[in-house]
């Protein structure tokens, strides 16, 4: 068993009390993206710090001028302005740290997105799709928080402290003194209960997680839902979810309504103290009246900061908690990283930039197994349109096998727990250039999977997968992808246009093009009804076209590309007898110096391929025309006799 596959079994998706725990350092570089900025905020920091600062000097020498019956001279506009000037830079500041928190998340964003669509295929099936858009959405959105709600505005409250610390020592030690110890305690319990917040938090947004992956699973098969008399029960389910991130919410405003009082009571006592020290120490003439109202001013100047961090305290915690939700999926390895992995094996069967061979054979399988990663596969099957999502393990056997999933090998009774056989064993077979292939055998036979290791949506765990001689992990997979057409059974189709469908694989295709593609595979008609043309919305899924018209329409999108190798799996199963044939004609017209290999329940479809393999259970039990094989091989004659073919 190869390195790789040792390596992608041990991807899998943890607890929120397993997952990883972000550290501060971690959200530094998201932050020193935008360190420009963050120096602006800083700077008017500390000259709002200065200005704020200033005021109860000012106002401590305006009241001994009025005892002392001495002109005020300019220190009331001075006072004013200062004010004002303090406003200002508050505003400003507000304004760019919101601007920068909004660029914090796009950026998280931008990371995380980028590296999900560049994950193993492996990763998607253990994973749930609502938990992936879930860390893009609320977790990211987490991160504001950091800056919005106090820590870089924080520094500056950090300034306001330590100036307003001094500026009081300097006023009045023993008050001091006295409004520190109370500070003191208050400071010991936020800590204490910061850890708590965290832990907290990461459960929130795992419950999140799970709301948002039970809403796309119920929302992305509601017509099944609502067919199969379901709904209550998805409501039930959904209503589940929504209960468990209420409660693990509600524990993160219990502890964090323990944080936000503490800076209310430090105040009110230090306040206290101070009244009742102060106002002894002013009878006994060691303090003066002005002093004495200054000093409650830089009170209530050191009092705020310490809020400030507090809130900071609680925002970062909750921060930190999605961090770690985002850093688990960024820290997972793309595939370009496990292509950098297994270069030492590429450079021994030969260079990575090596030309395909003219001569050799298009597509070799040479003792090829292949086991699907024995982490288990998410709980919930993905939604499929036109299937009960609440229907047994074995009506999704077919389904799970044709994604690349394969749940059979995940929940067999024969397979020790926690181990998968093989789904394909020993695998053998040649696929000669620009001649069409069949893979023909029984459902959970591994045909999928076969396509699924041409494509490079995994590698086998033995043997080799050539491509014109050369085994196809030496090569780029994007090299590799952009010489393969791909139709799978399930024929997908992504919201948006026609257009937009049809030109994934070849962005520059003109509009002639794609009508004469769609006329090929008996698809004008979606043209005609709706005078968009080839801007018509295809719905969310495909919704607005028929199972057949999303199958014509990703094979149409395939022959656009017109790639040198066409992979089709059970291309014309959703079509009838009439389309089907067009669909065959559209195919033999393209694939006219192509290697076509496909997959098909139908041998009526197939009959004519050049060369037929059969597969059961995940081995080659025969090779050769349609002919040849209803001679040299039962299983195949059985098929053929069953769709009346002999």
């Known amino acids: ?130 938990d992936l858009v879930s860390r893009v959405g609320s977790d990211t959105t987490l991160l504001r928080a950091v800056l919005t709600q106090g820590l870089v505005d924080s520094i500056g ?101 323990l944080v936000v009082p503490v800076a209310g009571i430090a105040l009110q006592v230090s306040l206290l103290v101070v009244l009742g020290l102060g106002g002894f120490r002013v009878a006994s003439g060691a303090l003066t009246i002005g002093s004495l109202v200054a000093f409650i001013m830089l009170l209530f100047m050191l009092i705020s900061p310490l809020g400030q961090a507090f809130g900071a305290l609680t925002s970062v915690n909750s921060a930190l908690g999605a961090l770690g939700r985002i850093q688990e999926i960024i820290e997972l390895p793309s595939e370009d990283a496990i292509d950098r992995d297994i270069a030492p094996l590429a450079i021994i069967i030969g260079p990575a930039n090596a030309a395909v061979r003219p001569e050799a054979d298009a597509i070799e399988f040479v003792g090829v197994s292949f086991s699907y990663p024995s982490t288990p596969v998410i709980a919930e099957p993905a939604a499929v349109p036109g299937r009960d999502p609440l229907a047994a393990l074995d009506e999704i056997v ?95 189709a992504l919201a948006g246009s026609i257009r937009d469908n049809l030109t994934l694989a070849s962005p520059e295709a003109s509009d002639e093009d794609c009508i004469a593609v769609l006329r090929a595979v008996n698809l004008s008609e979606v043209l005609d009804r709706d005078t968009a043309g080839l801007d018509a919305p295809v719905g969310e899924d495909g919704v607005m076209l028929s199972g057949g018209e999303r199958q014509r329409l990703a094979i149409a999108r395939a022959l656009l590309a017109a790639p040198p190798i066409l992979l089709l799996d059970e291309s014309t199963s959703s079509l009838d007898g009439v389309n089907e044939q067009l669909m065959r004609d559209a195919i033999d017209a393209v694939a006219e110096n192509r290697t076509l290999i496909v997959i098909a329940h139908r041998l009526s479809t197939v009959v004519d391929s050049d060369s037929i393999v059969v597969l059961d259970h995940g081995r080659v039990i025969g090779t050769g025309t349609h002919s040849e094989l209803v001679e040299s091989t039962p299983l195949y004659r059985e098929l053929a006799r069953h769709q009346l073919l002999v």
């Open 1 to 130: 068993m190869s390195d790789t596959s040792t390596r992608t079994r041990g991807l899998g998706r943890r607890k929120a009390t397993d997952g990883p725990r972000a550290t501060f350092s971690q959200l530094l570089p998201y932050l020193f993206e935008h360190k420009k900025v963050l120096g602006i905020v800083v700077a008017l920091s500390v000259v709002g710090a200065a200005a704020s600062l200033a005021q109860p000097l000012l106002v401590s020498r305006l009241i001994t001028r009025v005892q002392a019956g001495v002109d005020l001279g300019n220190l009331v506009a001075l006072l004013i302005a200062l004010v004002v000037v303090a406003a200002l830079i508050s505003g400003y500041q507000h304004y760019l740290l919101q601007r920068t928190g909004e660029s914090v998340v796009l950026s998280s964003r931008r990371h995380l997105v980028a590296r999900m669509l560049h994950l193993p295929i492996a990763e998607f099936d253990r994973r749930r799709t609502g």
């Open 398 to 492: 077919d389904d799970a096998e044709r994604r690349g999933t394969d749940a059979v090998a995940a929940h067999s009774g024969d397979a020790p727990a926690g181990v998968r056989p093989p789904v394909l064993d020993g695998v053998s077979f040649v696929v000669p250039r620009g001649r069409r292939t069949a893979l023909v055998g029984p459902s959970g036979a591994g045909k999928s999977t076969i396509l699924a290791l041409i494509e490079r949506f995994y590698d086998p765990t033995a043997g080799e997968v050539r491509l014109g001689g050369l085994d196809i992990r030496s090569l780029d997979r994007g090299d590799l992808r952009a010489q393969i057409g791909y139709v799978e059974q399930d024929a997908p």
């Open 157 to 257: 409250g950090a300034l306001l402290f330590v100036g307003a610390l001094i500026a009081m020592l300097v006023i009045d030690p023993v008050l001091l003194g006295a409004t520190v110890l109370v500070i003191a305690v208050s400071v010991v319990v936020v800590v204490l209960l910061s850890r708590r917040i965290r832990e907290a938090s990461l459960v929130t947004q795992e419950k999140v997680g799970d709301l948002a992956s039970g809403v796309e699973r119920s929302i992305s098969a509601v017509r099944t839902v609502r067919a199969a008399g379901a709904t209550d029960r998805e409501i039930a389910a959904v209503e589940a979810h929504a209960v468990g991130a209420y409660d693990a919410g509600v524990k993160v405003a219990r502890i964090s309504a």
